[in-house]
């Protein structure tokens, strides 16, 4: 097939050198003189004939050769014309052939406005062209930016997404419907218009959205909320337009909007108010929602870590009507994502991958995913032929902890402040019932500032804490604390991340989880965000007198829960000694070795 040709603005500067190029190279060689020195070279007959115009003189020198014809002018002198009346006699004087000329200014005026016109309209052109994302120019800017993926591009099915068992159930029969729709309707049943996919960032949403595609065989449309706001008033809600009709056109078909909450906020909750592109841009997805019939076979899934903050007409009943949370994942969805994201990967036999998904509660499938190739990186910069568990152990410590700092030096005092300051957590955590037990200990420092860790492994995933166990919680975050003040008899600076998550825990307790006798039953404050680290602005809805008690109440939780913690250090000293002393010497203790020693402690 041939290829079409297609303008581009490189032509056009190509073509502009060239006729400069051409022009200096066709012009005579030319002299810019000053008055004088024009009626100089007339004197010394270096000039033959003068060409006089309104504003320029011009004098031409023949080239002296046999040939009967003079050649095209050698040289040309150039100068400005001054108001001289003895110029004429001085050039017949000297015998210089005199020749008046017009001078035709036009086509140079035209050429001045043309070029500049024609670079302008070029480079014009190609913005457009840019904008328009490939031909069309303006034309295309209300077209749609979802990226059409057919099914066998996608590779993608639900044996390709470990966990999120219930999740699937709920979207399998949205396959069904997608396959065979008659089963449905058949009874008068609807398929729900929209899905919406809500959970933390990093657990797989947009992948779930891709298996359903991949499952159903039918054409996938993916495109982010934000690819539909522009700077240009209309154009969102345009694209929106574009979308259904493309939609409509491809039926049956599955349509991904990625970060719903980009678009979908909640309007008139900008600082500014009024009506924004953003809100004419959502006014038209849910114009949309409402216009497109419900069994044709096109079903909208969207995805969002911020629920909360969606319009309440796009989650009600015939919009997105069926929201599906796509949690964190369990021990055992975790030990089947490690398992699918191993594939592929040389791992040791000697790697157990449940021991692995047990130091890693919280991770989300993205973060197993970084784990999985962060150990192979390891393995590979060692030289190793496998990965084994000490590159999962060094990668799970990396991400939790930081990178490993070993140019950080610390001194001496530094170090054994560091090294008591850890024991003390640990110590702490073996002798409370409720606390998880230690898994690791380490002076090394990591990340920005951290100048060691206590690693904790639970030993299961939990839903609901009690009072005894965040009481107890609490006590293992002062035990670095106590133990400074007991060994050195002075505090650090270094407890001042304990100190913070210590006080958040009794002040969640005191204000949120109504537990505290003189505060009662009641909630004081909101729950942040669950599915993001940071909450949106909460209003205070207490008086002066309660945040004052609310202060007093979870101040004496901390002055309460450090003296039980001092008492339980002073009477195992020995073993706080025995134990910073060994840490001092080998810089970490993995949770063999800090048994061993608390056993013979004991």
């Not at 500067?13 to 190279?25: M, P």
């Not at 004088?36 to 020198?61: D, M, R």
């Not at 592109?277 to 044709?296: H, I, P, S, W, Y």
């Not at 945040?547 to 003296?563: C, G, P, Q, S, T």
């Amino acid at each position: 097939m041939e290829k079409k040709f297609q303008f581009s603005l490189s032509y056009l500067f190509i073509a502009l050198a060239i006729f400069i190029l051409l022009q200096n190279w066709l012009s005579p060689q030319i002299n810019n003189v000053s008055y004088s020195q024009f009626k100089s070279h007339v004197a010394e007959k270096k000039i033959n004939s003068v060409v006089i115009s309104s504003t320029l003189l011009k004098g031409y020198e023949k080239v002296e050769t046999d040939m009967k014809e003079p050649m095209f002018p050698k040289a040309l002198f150039v100068t400005p014309r001054i108001d001289d009346r003895n110029l004429v006699d001085f050039l017949e004087k000297h015998g210089v052939d005199i020749i008046a000329a017009n001078e035709n200014t036009f086509l140079r005026t035209l050429l001045s406005w043309i070029l500049p016109t024609l670079f302008f309209v070029g480079i014009w052109m190609f913005m457009m062209k840019r904008m328009g994302q490939g031909g069309g120019g303006m034309m295309t800017l209300g077209k749609s930016k979802a990226k059409i993926i057919a099914q066998t591009d996608l590779g993608v099915d639900f044996n390709s997404v470990a966990g999120q068992e219930e999740a699937k159930v709920e979207l399998a029969e949205v396959i069904e419907f997608l396959k065979t729709p008659e089963k449905f309707t058949r009874l008068g049943a609807k398929i729900p218009k929209g899905i919406l996919l809500v959970g933390p960032p990093g657990t797989g949403k947009t992948l779930l959205a891709k298996a359903v595609a991949g499952e159903s065989g039918v054409p996938f449309f993916s495109i982010s909320g934000s690819d539909f706001i522009e700077m240009f008033v209309g154009l969102g809600a345009a694209r929106v337009r574009d979308l259904f009709e493309q939609a409509n056109a491809k039926a049956p078909c599955i349509v991904f909007i990625d970060e719903l909450d980009s678009l979908g906020k909640a309007r008139g909750s900008g600082m500014m108010g009024g009506h924004d592109e953003r809100e004419q841009t959502l006014n038209q997805l849910l114009a949309e929602m409402d216009g497109f019939e419900v069994n044709k076979g096109v079903v909208i899934l969207a995805a969002t870590n911020r629920p909360e903050i969606l319009d309440p007409a796009l989650l009600r009943p015939g919009r997105f009507d069926r929201h599906i949370l796509v949690d964190r994942p369990d021990l055992k969805e975790r030990v089947a994502i490690l398992a699918v994201h191993s594939k592929g990967i040389k791992i040791s036999p000697d790697v157990d991958l449940e021991i692995i998904a047990r130091r890693t509660p919280g991770f989300t499938g993205a973060d197993l995913a970084n784990l999985v190739n962060e150990a192979t990186l390891l393995a590979v910069r060692k030289g190793k032929d496998l990965v084994e568990a000490t590159e999962f152990e060094a990668a799970i410590d990396r991400i939790v902890a930081g990178l490993e700092k070993k140019n950080r030096v610390l001194n001496e005092t530094e170090k054994k402040t560091v090294a008591y300051h850890e024991t003390g957590h640990a110590l702490v955590a073996t002798f409370r019932k409720t606390a998880e037990k230690v898994h690791k200990i380490s002076i090394v420092p990591r990340g920005i500032g951290a100048l060691g860790y206590t690693m904790q492994l639970p030993t299961e995933d939990r839903f609901l804490m009690s009072k005894t166990e965040l009481l107890e919680k609490i006590d293992v975050l002062l035990g670095g604390r106590g133990a400074e003040k007991i060994i050195f008899n002075e505090i650090t600076t270094g407890a001042q991340n304990d100190l913070q998550r210590a006080t958040d825990i009794a002040r969640s307790m005191v204000a949120m989880y109504g537990m505290n006798e003189k505060l009662g039953q009641v909630t004081y404050l909101q729950q942040a965000n669950q599915f993001l680290q940071q909450g949106l602005f909460q209003q205070k809805e207490f008086s002066d007198q309660t945040a004052l008690l609310i202060d007093e109440e979870v101040r004496k939780i901390i002055d309460e829960r450090m003296v039980g913690v001092e008492k339980t250090l002073i009477e195992q000293r020995p073993l706080l000694e025995k134990i910073a002393k060994v840490l001092l010497e080998k810089e970490a203790l993995d949770d063999e070795e800090f048994k061993a020693l608390v056993g013979e402690g004991g």
